[in-house]
């Protein structure tokens, strides 16, 4: 036993690691061979998109003016609006005609949403209706989110009603970003559904990305087959969601102030131009 101390005691006087279980001496090679590979990484490059970065800043100081932390629907569309991502036809009206009129106008069906720059969760309050497919659908569709709301006495917070398409088909895939007090923007990635909330199928990365940073992302998923197709089912347009993980990086990059963002479901179909932001929202940071 002496023998082994001896041992142990030259080997680590050299800088020789020592192990008392193989296990950790595993680990250990384990952790090396990580970070060898992600030295020999590809770095990948960055990508500036043409965007409204001032039109970004107005909107979020107009919020803090007004001392909101949460942006309303329409502020967070045209947000995304001005960094390029595509969003459902919508709009925001604020009678029962308006609202019967537009759906007639997108001929096809809609879904209905309480706008309110206080109501965050809007289906808990019974805010959303959806898959209205005629004019007395949608009337009626109007009245029952007034009827839930008043119910929960939040009437007096309805600034209007989302009137939007209804985005049917395709695969949900939910993109969003958290600040961490120590590592700032970190951007999340995955399959909506059960996939994000059961399984808990999501890539995270710190901001600013590369173009291969947000490949990597989608490609370590457990679900990425189902982007690709499986069992005949279409690929969707998998680097348009690249590029929105990259247009995301940018945006919390750009605007400082915003803390939290959550675009769910974001709707992806094999062409692109049919992949659109169906729902988001965004939080913005406490200013001292």
Not at 30 to 37: G, I, L, T, V
Not at 103 to 113: E, G, M, N, T
Not at 258 to 266: L, R, S, T, Y
């Given at each position: 036993m002496s023998q082994d101390k001896e041992n142990i005691s030259y080997l680590r006087t050299h800088n020789i690691p020592t192990y008392i279980f193989p296990e950790s001496a595993v680990a250990a090679l384990?952790?090396?061979?990580?970070?060898?590979?992600w030295r020999l990484k590809h770095e990948?490059?960055?990508?500036?998109?043409?965007?409204?970065?001032?039109?970004?800043?107005k909107i979020i100081n107009r919020a803090y003016k007004e001392n909101r932390l949460y942006l309303g629907q329409s502020e967070v569309f045209e947000?995304?609006?001005?960094?390029?991502?595509?969003?459902?036809?919508?709009?925001?009206?604020?009678?029962e005609d308006a609202a019967a009129a537009f759906?007639?106008?997108?001929?096809?069906?809609?879904?209905?949403?309480v706008h309110s720059s206080t109501i965050v969760h809007k289906s808990d309050v019974g805010g959303v209706q959806i898959d209205l497919r005629s004019e007395s659908e949608v009337r009626h569709g109007y009245?029952?989110?007034?009827?839930?709301?008043?119910?929960k006495k939040l009437d007096g917070q309805i600034e209007g009603i989302v009137v939007q398409e209804m985005v049917k088909g395709g695969k949900e895939v939910v993109l969003g970003m958290n600040h961490d007090k120590q590592f700032g923007p970190v951007i999340m990635a995955g399959l909506g559904g059960i996939y994000v909330e059961v399984l808990k199928d999501v890539a995270f990365r710190i901001a600013p990305l590369t173009d291969f940073d947000a490949k990597e992302m989608i490609e370590s998923l457990r679900s990425y087959p189902l982007l690709q197709g499986v069992r005949g089912e279409k690929p969707v347009h998998i680097a348009t969601v690249i590029e929105y993980i990259l247009r995301l990086s940018q945006l919390v990059i750009d605007i400082e102030d915003?803390?939290?963002?959550?675009?769910?479901?974001?709707m992806v179909f094999e062409s692109k131009n049919d992949c659109k932001i169906v729902d988001a929202r965004i939080k913005l940071m406490d200013r001292p």
């Open positions: 384990a952790a090396m061979n990580e970070h060898r590979k990948g490059t960055f990508k500036n998109f043409d965007v409204k970065k001032d039109q970004v800043k947000i995304l609006d001005a960094y390029g991502f595509r969003i459902a036809a919508n709009t925001i009206v604020t009678t759906a007639k106008k997108l001929q096809k069906p809609v879904v209905l949403k009245q029952a989110i007034y009827k839930n709301l008043k119910e915003i803390a939290e963002i959550d675009m769910n479901p974001f």
